[in-house]
Structures are given as C-alpha cells and as structure tokens.
T-cell receptor
Framework: AQSVTQPDIHITVSEGASLELRCNYS??????LFWYVQSPGQGLQLLLK??????LVQGIKGFEAEFKRSQSSFNLRKPSVHWSDAAEYFC?????????????FGKGTLLTVNP | EAGVAQSPRYKIIEKRQSVAFWCNPI?????LYWYQQILGQGPKLLIQ????????DSQLPKDRFSAERLKGVDSTLKIQPAKLEDSAVYLC???????????????????FGEGSRLTVL
C-alpha cells in the first residue's frame, strides 16, 4: 500500500524568504503525486500535480515541486513566501488508476509566515 | 463550474447522538469520496463510490458509520451513535478518475468541498 511522509510538522519562515516543504512517498509503481493547500476552515485546494514527463512541475501561486525518483521525494518550493501562504500543506500519492483510484495523504506541514 | 457542496458546515452534538452530512459533487464526476480529517492529521479515506456503487469502504467503522449515494449523484454520510473520537472535519471530494481529458491533459486530482466540522461533546 502506498504511503506519504511529511517529516516537518511545523515550519516558520519570514516573509520574502524561500521555502521548501519535504515529502517522501512509498509506492511500488510510477507514483502520481500531488500537493494540496488548506487554509483555516477551508477545504483542500490543488497546488500542483505530477504524472510523468518533466520532473519539475509548476503550480499555482508561484509554487513548484521536483520529483526525484532516486530519493522517493516530491518536495514543494517557493522562492519568496508571502504572508498569505500561511496554511497547512499536504502531499498526496495516487495509485495507478482503475475504478478504485484514490489519494493517500501525508499528515501535513503547517506553515507560519513571520512579517 | 460549481464546486463540491457540503452541508452543514458545522455541527455540535452529544455523544451517542446521530448526525448526517450531505455532499453534492461536481456535475459529471462519477467518483465520490468521504475523507475524515482529525485535528493535526491528514485526510483519511472512509469510503469511495463509483457512481452509486461502493468501491472501497475498508476504513469505514461500519458499526456506527454508514453512507449512501442514491442515483449516483448526491451522497449522505451518517454517524450513529457518535463517539467523542468522531470529532473531526468530514471532507467530501469528487473526481473524474484517472484519465486523459481532451484539452486538459491527464487528470487525477480530487476536488474537495469545504468540509463539515463535527464536534462531539
């Protein structure tokens, strides 16, 4: 069964600083990988996704993520963080498809942005 | 395009009472999911429907939780009787499934509603 590990429970950065959120996955085949963001009291919003091809994927709000098969990682990055980026971030892995296609989520990383 | 709708947004009940949550997925999405998100944790899948059939309910506590998706559109998740540990946000999501969509590339993402926050006292 697939699983996702987000090693950092809570990260604090200053506004304007760069950001990297870590994600490691466990899956036997080609993984389908996602990053979602959740603001307080809201549902999950998709930031970006990776299925195949270019290992560096661009998402919304200036985020990008890099798939590294050798490290089983899919880290999320942003060059300059804005105060509005404060939220919880979830990495997820999808299985290979079929009628029971579903996503398995990590426990999340809470991002705090200092002014 | 309308998103996934859920109601109620908030519900407070006492233990051993019952509660029901409703979800209306995005039009045309055959797959519907209910996830449970306990404070400080990631979403955990409770049940998955394909049209009106259950695909996966292996994580659903069937002694107290039930769900249905009549006519393959709306869905209801019920808890009876509720326990303290059921306090969580219940997220509904829908999806086209994993496929190539003309003009949009490969899909596979889930679209989430805003969730229903349950507090059991």
């Amino acid at each position: 069964a697939q699983s996702v590990t987000q090693p950092d429970i809570h990260i604090t950065v200053s506004e304007g600083a760069s950001l990297e959120l870590r994600c490691n996955y466990s899956y036997g085949a080609t993984p389908y990988l996602f990053w979602y963001v959740q603001s307080p009291g809201q549902g999950l919003q998709l930031l970006l996704k990776y299925f195949s091809g270019d290992t560096l994927v661009q998402g919304i709000k200036g985020f990008e993520a890099e798939f590294k098969r050798s490290q089983s990682s899919f880290n999320l990055r942003k060059p300059s963080v804005h105060w509005s980026d404060a939220a919880e971030y979830f990495c997820a892995v999808g299985d290979s498809g079929g009628s029971n296609y579903k996503l398995t989520f990590g426990k999340g990383t809470l991002l705090t942005v200092n002014p | 395009e309308a998103g996934v709708a859920q109601s109620p947004r908030y519900k407070i009940i006492e233990k051993r009472q019952s509660v029901a949550f409703w979800c209306n997925p995005i039009s045309g999405h055959a797959t519907l999911y209910w996830y449970q998100q306990i404070l400080g944790q990631g979403p955990k899948l409770l049940i998955q429907f394909q049209n009106n059939g259950v695909v996966d309910d292996s994580q659903l506590p069937k002694d107290r939780f039930s769900a249905e998706r009549l006519k393959g559109v709306d869905s209801t998740l019920k808890i009876q009787p509720a326990k303290l540990e059921d306090s969580a946000v219940y997220l509904c999501a829908s999806s086209l499934g994993f496929r190539v969509v003309s003009g949009r590339g490969v899909t596979g993402e889930l679209f989430f509603g805003e969730g229903s926050r349950l507090t059991v006292l």
